[in-house]
């Protein structure tokens, strides 16, 4: 399947862990973002990444939050000392430039003990 | 700041039955518009866009929306539902070209009753 993979699809964390959501983009595809749905939600854009750069994080909390895009490997969403509040599903999209439609992947359903 | 609303919370329908899904944005300059469909357990796909041209935008699955710039809407629409039409249906926008942060409704549960 050549579509974006992410993974865990269910992540389970006590307060104060860290929850780390991983992300490969779609073959091809070098422009990687994150959203998150909190319950009754829409989906809210976190951040945009391409290879090794952070282009726009306007949408992740200040304190706790931080994502990256390594040269090689998925990319990483990772939240540190994790609260209640973080209990939410986190959806990774690709597209091959900014201008072309995300493609979404399954998300990441964490939930916080 | 953009936004995007979806009137139905939950709309539920009988097989054969004619849809429309509300969406208004309010946002004054030039607009990409999507609805994307999440079928149960499944990812977000993606239904149709708007970008330009003609406002009549047909996707897959018999889907279509309609772009009114006047009335701020996009709303979608199928003749006649099936029961694997059951999903959850997102509206989102965009700022149009060089944009890439979706703003998304709230989502629209639709379920089929045989």
């Known amino acids: 399947n050549a579509g974006v993979m992410q993974n865990p699809r269910h992540l389970v964390r006590r307060r104060g862990q860290e929850a780390r959501l991983r992300c490969s983009p779609m073959?091809?595809?070098?422009?990687v973002y994150w959203y998150r749905q909190l319950p009754e939600e829409g989906l809210k854009f976190m951040v945009y990444?391409?290879?090794?750069?952070?282009?726009?994080e306007s949408g992740m909390p200040k304190e706790r939050f931080s994502a990256e895009f390594p040269k090689e490997g998925p990319s990483i969403l990772r939240i540190q000392q994790v609260v209640r509040g973080d209990s939410a599903a986190y959806f990774c999209?690709?597209?091959?430039?900014?201008?072309?439609?995300?493609?979404f992947g399954d998300g990441t359903r964490l939930s916080i003990l | 700041a953009q936004s995007v609303s979806q009137h139905n919370h939950h709309v539920i329908l009988s097989e054969a039955a004619s849809l429309e899904l509300g969406c208004n944005y309010s946002y004054g300059g030039t607009v990409n518009l999507f609805w994307y469909v999440q079928y149960p357990g499944q990812h977000l796909q993606l239904l149709l866009k708007y970008f330009s041209g003609d406002p009549l935008v047909k996707g897959i699955k018999g889907f279509e929306a309609e772009f009114i710039k006047s009335k701020f809407s996009f709303n979608l629409r199928k003749p006649s539902v099936q029961w694997s039409d059951t999903a959850e249906y997102f509206c989102?926008?965009?700022?149009?070209?060089?944009?890439?942060?979706?703003?998304f409704g709230k989502g629209t549960k639709l379920s089929v009753i045989p």
């Open positions: 073959k091809g595809h070098s422009h």
């Open positions: 989102a926008a965009d700022s149009g070209a060089g944009s890439y942060q979706l703003t």
């Open positions: 999209a690709s597209s091959g430039t900014a201008d072309q439609p995300q493609h």
């Open positions: 990444l391409q290879k090794e750069n952070i282009i726009d």
